[in-house]
């Protein structure tokens, strides 16, 4: 089982539709239920595909995202039958991200995200609104380009910290870039309904804290931040793109 998901369209059904396609999913079986694969494209061509791995009970584990390169050749055919999509050439040498889930399969526990070569160059851990399957209340991201094993805790300290996310809700907040636990800059993320309409990014100076221990989202900000200028405005349009740039 298969499906096909678009930006402009929900799924894919006729060839004029090719220029939307952005995914596809493929099943292990035909309860579409636990996927197999996805495909990332641009219209046509194939960019990456990924690979979902899974404990007992079919619990995710982990989602590896590889470069490749491909065509989806639909031969302007509206029968999915006759389109040609399934062995793209992949490189497993060169991981686009890597997404480890916590043991309910459920949540994310940390994304590693790699450079061109395949370098691991970011890990990003989430924290969780305590009790929550899915509201993220924070995450860190840590310089790993130089660690020997990135998927290692113990790898990790205070001074590869990048940056700090605080959410609301499903929604990011705002953004602490860092240098190790002193802060560099907030960006404010300012919402028209769901849709991001702008961010603010302005010069900061404090302290961040990693520590969740005796805390809950209830205590944010906890954070030691004092906010300067305003650097830049970026405004988005419904679609998510850049409208406007100072």
């Known amino acids: ?24 999913i493929v099943y292990r079986d035909e309860d579409g ?33 590889y470069k490749a390169t491909g ?26 991200s890597k997404t480890v889930y916590l043991a309910d399969g459920e949540k994310v526990d940390y994304v590693l995200s790699y450079d061109e070569s395949g370098k691991a160059e970011t890990r990003t851990n989430y924290i ?7 509201l993220i209340w924070f995450t860190l991201s840590y310089d790993v380009e130089d660690v020997s094993d990135p998927d290692s805790d113990a790898s990790l300290n205070d ?23 002193n802060v560099t800059g907030q960006s404010f993320y300012i919402y028209d309904g769901d849709d991001l309409n ?20 209830t205590d944010e900000p906890y954070d030691t931040i004092e906010i300067g200028a305003l650097r830049t405005k970026i405004q988005y349009n419904s679609n998510g793109q850049t409208i406007n740039y100072a």
């Open 198 to 217: 702008y961010i603010e990014q302005y010069r900061a100076e404090g302290t961040v804290r990693t520590d969740v221990a005796g805390k809950d989202e």
């Open 71 to 96: 065509t989806v050749n639909h031969n302007e055919s509206t029968d999915l039958s006759n389109w040609d999509w399934l062995d793209p050439v992949v490189d497993t040498t060169k991981p686009k």
């Open 159 to 181: 001074s590869l910290l990048k940056s700090k996310t605080i959410f609301t809700g499903k929604d990011v907040a705002y953004v602490l870039t860092l240098d190790g636990l």
């Open 128 to 134: 969780y609104v305590d009790g929550s399957k899915e």
């Open 33 to 65: 239920e636990t996927v197999d694969y996805t495909l990332r494209t641009e219209g046509s061509e194939i960019e990456a595909k990924s690979y979902y791995e899974y404990g007992g009970d079919d619990t995710l584990d982990v989602i590896t995202e």
């Open 1 to 24: 089982l298969y499906t096909f998901e678009g930006d402009k369209s929900p799924s894919i059904r006729s060839s004029s539709d090719i220029n939307d396609l952005s995914t596809i």
